[in-house]
């Protein structure tokens, strides 16, 4: 169990990591292996105080180096599903679970692209969580769009499913003759009241349920009950969400979109979060 | 003619100065020579994301340089007025006056002592600035109390007043025979509707004015229209205060006082400043 767990590996969550141990919480900070912070892509940073004309990706490397020493903990992966447990909260991060006291939402502003009727079908048979929902369909047909190459998760649907669908590039071996693997590119998600069939290229699949795992999941899938304000998450000045205990800073709180501003309310989140 | 004035030389005002620099501002950052930054006492910072273990001084070190290569203006002293100038603001500080489109306050919170009934006498007598308010002093007594050593000024107001009693610790020489340096302790300031005289130690001394040079402002003397709140300055999400085109940013703007919140909300007011 941990006092607090902070999503996302950009300058947020790092400050607001510093922080959390500062004040002595046990904390841990969730971001995929290959950090998708867009901090990595820039080659020159000059407003930042204190770091001069830094990379982006140096940076992310001191600052993970700093946290460490700092004692938090680190994990690696996608964070699929936030889950009310009476006072607490489970987090679902491919095949495991992290309980936490509280939570501090740093994953920036990257939004997922979507396929075409994939929010008309949201929680009509398609699904962000193999843990969450695979037992829903037991013996049933199913397609997974793979993006994340964690094949724990493909052999949990596959043991439970009747059939699979995988629409991959990545070069998987599966022994299990209930899998198929398609090349091909998604062009539509159709149905009545639930999925029906997915159109690959010029191909229909029926299918009974729709697994998508990518590298980002949208505030909605993560918490459904998040109140945003024009796509950002909707804080008051010490960080708090409308959730109680879960708090957010950085880039998924609006502009501007700075790493000093993404710092301080890293620093304000975590103290937040460190009274009560 | 600057586009932005920082006032306040800690974390805040340089961060506030580098994004100004970087949204092509003429920007200048004025505090004392001796920099009176409460980092300055601090041996060893932990949580501000990507320095180590860095002592305070070493910080305003770095920033002073990172600020200087990328083209921030420097001016030591104590800013004592903002005045209203139609469209743009007047900065006095000593004898000098800087012109500005906007203002970023950046004091940090410390906050200066006070004489016994002060406040009392404010604008009945007591000034903090000799070159807004010495003419009205023409030919009369005053007394300075002199914490800045800037012996300028001195010499103006000794130039206009008949009678100037100094109290200082200074090793100061004057040629000036209407000068006469005290070394005592002020108990008190006394009169009905204005100064009439001080007390020093045991001694009563009768004064028409009263100058008071320290080397903290209280915000309501910088500008007295300044909205404040619980003693920090009113601010909104994009660190403007009640004064349109004056910004606002770290501890005198409420807690948490930390540097990272600092830099985070230097950033929030130079990105502010630079639009419109």
Not at 135 to 161: G, P, Q, R, W
Request: glycine share 8%; aromatic share 10%.
């Amino acid at each position: 169990m941990y006092d607090l767990v902070i999503i996302g590996g950009g300058p947020a969550g790092f400050s607001a990591s510093l922080t959390a141990r500062k004040r002595n919480l046990k904390t841990c900070i969730i971001y995929p292996k290959e950090n998708n912070s867009w901090l990595t892509k820039i080659k020159k940073i000059d407003n930042y105080l204190g770091l001069i004309n830094m990379s982006g990706s140096d940076m992310l490397t001191l600052f993970e180096n700093q946290a460490k020493d700092m004692g938090v903990e680190f994990h690696n992966g996608v964070v699929q599903k936030i889950i009310h447990n009476n006072k607490t909260f489970i987090i679902s991060i491919g095949e495991d679970y992290i309980e936490t006291k509280k939570i501090i939402i740093a994953t920036g502003i990257k939004k997922p692209y979507q396929l075409k009727n994939e929010n008309k079908f949201l929680g009509k048979g398609i699904s962000y969580c193999a843990t969450c929902d695979g037992m829903f369909y037991k013996n049933k047909t199913i397609a997974i769009l793979d993006e994340l190459h964690n094949k724990d998760e493909i052999d949990f649907l596959v043991s439970i499913a009747k059939k699979v669908y995988l629409i991959s590039d990545y070069p998987y071996s599966f022994k299990d003759t209930n899998i198929e693997i398609l090349k091909g590119k998604i062009k539509s998600i159709e149905g009545d009241n639930k999925i029906n069939y997915i159109n690959i290229d010029d191909k229909q699949y029926n299918i009974d349920g729709f697994f998508i795992f990518r590298k980002t999941i949208a505030l909605k899938e993560l918490i459904s009950d998040l109140e945003l304000q024009n796509n950002f998450i909707k804080v008051n000045k010490e960080m708090a969400t409308n959730i109680p205990n879960i708090y957010a800073a950085g880039d998924c709180t609006g502009e501007p979109l700075q790493i000093a501003k993404a710092v301080g309310e890293g620093n304000i989140a975590a103290i937040s979060a460190s009274l009560e």
